[in-house]
């Protein structure tokens, strides 16, 4: 169960990307990058280790990315965490229009699935639990 859980959710920890354009913001996936428009964003949130974006659209399921902090050792270091950045980024482009980018983002620009890591992940736990039973 553990290693499923992992397989899940380290793909994501790892290649996560938001990337905005002048329609609004592409964040991807296992199954590739969803788009979500300007107006149609709930909320952005940065909580603990949580990053999330949500929709009002039924469509569009909450995106979420976690990963690990250190707020002492941010402290210390007087560090801002990437996900308190890149909340503060987008909510300050979603509440005012003239912060957003002009252009429309490419292919490449929105992110790749990241099903493969998935699969890579999978080969990887599935050899870890093969050669020591």
């Not at 590739?32 to 603990?48: E, F, L, T």
């Not at 990437?82 to 229009?97: F, L, N, V």
Request: hydrophobic content about 45%; overall charge positive.
């Amino acid at each position: 169960m553990v290693g499923l859980v992992g397989v899940l959710s380290l793909p994501g920890m790892a290649a996560w990307r938001v990337t905005a354009d002048s329609s609004g913001l592409w964040v991807n996936g296992l199954r590739g990058s969803r788009h979500v428009d300007w107006d149609h964003i709930r909320v952005v949130r940065c909580k603990g280790s949580e990053l999330k974006v949500d929709s009002h659209r039924a469509s569009f399921d909450a995106w979420t990315v976690h990963g690990p902090r250190w707020p002492w050792l941010e402290r210390k270091l007087n560090l801002v965490h990437p996900y308190e950045k890149t909340a503060a980024e987008i909510t300050a482009m979603w509440q005012d229009p003239l912060l957003r980018p002009t252009g429309e983002s490419g292919e490449r620009e929105r992110g790749r699935p990241l099903w493969p890591l998935a699969v890579v992940g999978t080969v990887a736990w599935a050899a870890v639990v093969v050669l020591t039973h």
